[in-house]
């Protein structure tokens, strides 16, 4: 279980401390409290950092010495506009029953609840922060199409890392991780395949409501940009089955999904300090780990398994650049970009060519190392690009 992440909007320190205690004592203390006393304060909260719970009053001052007034209409606009907030559970509590009364739909509409302090209102929030104990477990998940991939994990020997036990929750397959303070769940999908990557990743994001999101594996490759071994990290996804047949042929639909960039600097970054990913290729488990480093290179996505040169051959006509195929990596990126407010990467080791050679000789080391590179990539994501304190999504 990580910490939550909650943000009291309130200028009264009697009411702050009030809340802030129900909370420290339903969540056992396991929980981080930041305080905004205006609402300029709250904006900038808001806008920049997510969390998991949001108690706001209405009525306070835009800025320090400034009168009271009622800011429901832009607290409202503000949570629906950020991207860090708009799925966040809100709770208002406001001492005036007139603004109570007006406001009531107006909340209602906006998935906001709305309650008198003069009532009850610690019954309201304690709803709230029930919804929120439900969704709010985990920093970070892992999705993998195989057990064979899933399993590589017990081959992590990294400080702080922890393999831990079985879990079925919201149907889904999982297994526990830790990586130092940082809590994961690594799942398996049900079947191979982009539609139930996507599936099972959306699951996981609405379940969860994780940090980050990432995928490990093992993939095919083009033989004249990236040899056996060699560990793909997509800059840059796309589903090479989507488009129409026509007389002519295939025309393509090429609706890409790109790593944002600022995680791509810092995984680009992680793989230049060590390329050849020495510090990975350890023997555990008597398996050995391919030596063919890493790259960041476009990976296109399908439904099937290629086996086959020729309709290698095609697909590599849809991107000059292209140097990985695999049959989930889309799904989870675009997953993650719907849902709009997680990080999210891949990184697949290639274990064939994707051509009638295909075979598994290389497939458990592959998936090791996949697993050990995203062990270790998964913290340095989260300090750099999600903020360093753990429980912040």
């Known amino acids: 279980m990580r910490k939550v992440n909650v943000l009291i909007v309130e200028d009264e320190t009697e009411k702050f401390e009030q809340f802030s205690a129900a909370i420290s004592t339903f969540f056992e203390r396991d929980a981080t409290i930041e305080r905004a006393e205006t609402f300029a304060e709250a904006t900038r909260a808001i806008v920049s950092t997510p969390y998991d719970l949001i108690v706001t009053d209405l009525l306070m001052p835009r800025r320090r010495g400034d009168d009271e007034i009622d800011v429901s209409e832009e607290l409202i606009d503000h949570l629906g506009a950020s991207e860090a907030n708009r799925l966040t559970t809100v709770v208002a509590i406001s001492r005036f029953e007139e603004v109570v009364s007006q406001r009531q739909t107006m909340f209602a509409r906006a998935g906001i609840f709305l309650v008198r302090y003069a009532d009850d209102w610690r019954t309201c929030l304690n709803i709230c922060m029930q919804k929120v104990s439900f969704r709010t477990v985990y920093d970070f998940v892992i999705v993998c199409a195989l057990e064979l991939e899933r399993s590589a994990f017990e081959a992590v020997s990294q400080p702080g890392f922890e393999y831990g036990g079985l879990v079925n929750s919201h149907g889904l397959d999982g297994r526990e991780l830790r990586i130092s303070e940082l809590s994961g769940l690594c799942v398996l999908q049900p079947r191979m395949g982009l539609v139930d990557a996507s599936i099972t990743a959306a699951r ?10 990432c995928m490990a594996g093992i993939c095919g490759g083009f033989s004249d940009q990236v040899p056996l071994g060699t560990l793909l990290v997509p800059e840059i996804t796309w589903e090479h089955q989507a488009g129409k047949w026509n007389a002519d042929g295939f025309d393509i639909r090429g609706f890409q999904e790109p790593l944002n960039n600022d995680i791509q600097t810092t995984l680009n970054q992680l793989i230049l ?9 350890s023997k555990s488990h008597e398996v050995q780990v391919p030596q063919g480093g890493a790259k960041m290179k476009p990976v296109t ?3 099937a398994v290629i086996a086959s040169e020729g309709y290698a051959k095609e697909i590599k006509r849809q991107h000059g650049q292209v140097s990985g195929v695999d049959m989930e990596v889309y799904g989870v990126h675009r997953a993650a970009a719907l849902h709009g407010r997680v990080l999210c990467f891949a990184a697949k080791t290639v274990v064939d060519h994707a051509d009638e050679a295909k075979g598994d000789k290389l497939q458990q080391g592959g998936a090791i190392l996949s697993a050990r ?8 994501v989260l300090a750099e690009c999600g903020g360093a304190k753990t429980g912040r999504r």
Not at 204 to 213: E, H, K, M, N, V
Not at 273 to 281: G, I, T, V
Not at 373 to 380: E, S, T
């Open 204 to 213: 996981a994001l609405d379940a969860f409501s994780p940090r980050l999101i």
């Open 273 to 281: 300090r060590d390329k050849e990913l020495a510090a990975l290729k």
């Open 301 to 303: 996505s399908g439904s």
């Open 373 to 380: 590179f995203v062990a270790k990539a998964i913290p340095v």
